[in-house]
């Protein structure tokens, strides 16, 4: 192993100057290790193993610490990736993983997204240009309901109709009934407008139930899937993308506990783990994140990466017809981008507002 290239994994460390060298040091160890070095006998263990400190440098009050973690410590499995990448030492509050970035061919560890921008583009007869999305709400409504909600976004055009990420397997609406009623709906509309709009319902719970609803979305042709990875659990995300064969949207719901930089979680380790799309807040919406760290996110999952297919950025939180122009400029042609109650807020005049937002976009 002599000689192999590391895992790059840099943390910004709230610490005195005094101690930032044997901080980083106990960083190093925490994040691979976690012993005392002097009670390690195995040469081999010291030299390949124990993750190094390759950098540290002052930023902003703290300091940039870089580690070099062996490849092999994280097994071709995701959350022993992320034990690696940010174990331990999530649960020290002056840590936060700020960046990431992994030697040639370790991406073939993981499947990647299986379809990513053109895959998707392709599904939606959406060539050459940005995409539009909606999402069925509020959660508690009725399937009869969200099923004419459906209806009437596909009607407009939108490319993907998705659940609210609330939307799971409530009474209200289970899944069982949902989705298929909501399927339907969507086709009916297809085929009165020659359309290619596409359903994306949420997919959540146990691995039982995860797989009852895999049957029910197969049975019923659908051909998308909405999959929050954190709150899943990535080693299950990653293997139901897998399984299910059709383009996933990964949602950020439960991403910000981690301490993890936007850009590395939402856009990086997402597109590794196979999220063909990513949603993440847009800035000036319902939440904090600034422009810079939307424009990271979307270049992390967009920029050229060996063979790992480019994701789809998804924008959404809070947006509305009006910053469409805006939204475009930011972030180009390969996007799609999110309205949900910013649609809603139309009641009555809600056909015009969805056709308004598809002409918005495609302008």
């Known amino acids: 192993m002599a000689g192999v290239e590391r895992i790059l994994a840099t943390y910004r460390v709230a610490a005195p100057a005094a101690e930032i060298e044997a901080r980083a040091r106990a960083l190093a160890i925490e994040q691979s290790v976690e012993m005392p070095l002097e009670a390690i006998g195995d040469r081999r263990v010291l030299d390949e193993v124990v993750a190094r400190v390759d950098a540290i440098r002052p930023a902003d009050g703290a300091f940039e610490v870089v580690l070099g973690i062996a490849p092999s410590t994280t097994g071709p499995e995701a959350s022993q990736l992320l034990n690696m990448l940010f174990?331990?030492?999530?649960?020290?509050?002056?840590?936060?993983?700020?960046?990431?970035?992994?030697?040639?061919?370790?991406?073939?560890?993981?499947?990647?997204?299986?379809?990513?921008?053109?895959?998707?583009?392709?599904?939606a007869r959406a060539e050459g240009r940005p995409l539009t999305c909606t999402a069925l709400k509020p959660q508690g409504s009725g399937v009869e309901h969200l099923a004419r909600l459906a209806g009437t976004f596909a009607q407009a055009g939108i490319d993907v109709i998705k659940d609210d990420h609330g939307l799971a397997d409530q009474a209200d609406a289970p899944f069982a009934a949902r989705v298929p009623a909501v399927q339907r709906a969507i086709d009916d509309a297809n085929r009165a407008s020659g359309g290619s709009t596409i359903y994306a319902p949420t997919f959540s719970g146990s691995p039982r139930a995860l797989g009852v609803q895999a049957r029910i979305a197969r049975e019923c042709g659908v051909r998308m899937a909405l999959v929050a990875p954190m709150l899943m659990g990535v080693p299950a995300f990653v293997e139901m993308q897998v399984e299910l064969?059709?383009?996933?949207?990964?949602?950020?719901?439960?991403?910000?506990?981690?301490?993890?930089?936007?850009?590395?979680?939402?856009?990086?380790?997402?597109?590794?783990?196979?999220?063909?799309?990513?949603?993440?807040?847009?800035?000036?919406?319902?939440?904090?994140y600034d422009r810079a760290t939307c424009l990271a996110i979307a270049d992390a999952a967009r920029t050229r990466w060996h063979g790992v297919k480019p994701a789809l950025p998804v924008p959404a939180g809070g947006m509305t017809v009006e910053r469409v122009p805006e939204m475009l400029a930011d972030y180009g042609r390969d996007v799609m981008l999110l309205i949900g109650g910013g649609l809603l807020t139309a009641g009555a005049a809600l056909p015009e507002r969805a056709a308004a937002f598809v002409a918005a976009v495609r302008e």
């Open 87 to 123: 174990g331990n030492c999530s649960l020290q509050p002056e840590v936060e993983l700020v960046d990431v970035a992994f030697p040639e061919g370790y991406e073939r560890t993981f499947p990647g997204p299986r379809f990513g921008i053109d895959g998707i583009r392709k599904l």
């Open 245 to 288: 064969d059709i383009p996933v949207m990964a949602h950020p719901a439960f991403g910000g506990a981690a301490r993890v930089a936007p850009a590395v979680l939402l856009g990086r380790l997402f597109r590794l783990f196979g999220a063909d799309a990513t949603i993440f807040p847009n800035h000036g919406g319902r939440f904090s």
